[in-house]
Structures are given as structure tokens and as C-alpha cells.
């Protein structure tokens, strides 16, 4: 699958686009097939190693924590989301979004906080289908043939 990642932290020209293993989703965790992810102003902190929540024993990253897209697996424990589902979801930082898929963990007491089923269906393709900002990241994704 393609990622774009980070090797060393800096301005925009440190980010690749690159192929990486696909994940395969723990107990408790869905992989998400994803069709658009945002880009948002933690990215550029996060990018810069400005942002202590990635440093650099952290690298390579993946940045981007909003995305939208559909269930493409799920681990044993999970009952909320079946293979198929479309979704958006706010990755928590350990799982960057801007990739051609993604895994996300799920909280058991509260499986909604930070995902959920999209009920209105605009298309996944469009800017803005994520919660946060598309279009700079969809952009990078059509430049780079990914869909």
C-alpha cells in the first residue's frame, strides 16, 4: 500500500510517498481502506518535530489523523463495524491516515468517541469528505495516481 511519510522532521519537501506493508488490525481494532485523509496544522508541527507527541524515535511517520473510507478488515473483538462500512474517523497519533489504508483501535466502553458510520453518503473522492480539511491531501493522493 502507499503511504506518505516522513523520515526526518523539516518542511514539506521531507515528505514521501512510499510503499509499506499493509497492517493487519489487532482484537480490538478495524483496518480502514482509506479514501480521503486531512491534513491540519498538527501535521505541519508534527512534521516540523515541533509536536511532542512524535519524535524522533518515532520516524518513519505517517501523518494524518482525519479520515474517510470504508472497513476493509476487523479484529475478533469487533462487533460494532463490518468489512464494507463506510467511516470516518480521528486516528489517534500512533495511526496516520495519509495511506492508502490504515488500522484504528477501538475503545470497548465507548466505541464511538472518535469514529462512526457515515450516515450521509457524499462521495468519499470529493475534498472535504473527512471531518477535518481533504482537498491539500487529495491533491498529493490524484498527483500521485493513488486512486
Known amino acids: 500500500m502507499q ?17 509499506i506493508d499493509r497492517p493487519s488490525p489487532s482484537a480490538n481494532e478495524v483496518l480502514i481502506k482509506v479514501f480521503a485523509a486531512s491534513v491540519n496544522p498538527v501535521d505541519a508541527k508534527m512534521r516540523e518535530g515541533k509536536y511532542p ?7 518513519p511517520y505517517v501523518l494524518g489523523r482525519d479520515v474517510s473510507g470504508q472497513i476493509a478488515a476487523a479484529g475478533d473483538n ?7 462500512d463506510d467511516v470516518f474517523a480521528f486516528l489517534s497519533p500512533e495511526h496516520g491516515g ?3 489504508s490504515c488500522w484504528h483501535g477501538l475503545t470497548r ?9 457515515k450516515s450521509a453518503r457524499p462521495p468519499f473522492r470529493s475534498p472535504g469528505s473527512p471531518p477535518g480539511r481533504a482537498s491539500s491531501t487529495m491533491a498529493v493522493f490524484a498527483r ?4
Request: hydrophobic share 40%.
Open 98 to 100: 495519509m495511506r492508502s
Open 78 to 84: 469487533v462487533s460494532t463495524f463490518v468489512i464494507g
Open 3 to 19: 503511504a506518505v511519510r516522513i523520515h526526518r522532521f523539516g518542511g514539506p519537501d521531507v515528505m514521501t510517498l512510499e510503499e
Open 144 to 147: 500521485a495516481n493513488v486512486f
Open 53 to 59: 507527541v512524535v519524535t524522533k524515535k518515532d520516524l
Open 109 to 117: 466502553s465507548r466505541p464511538s468517541q472518535n469514529h462512526s458510520t
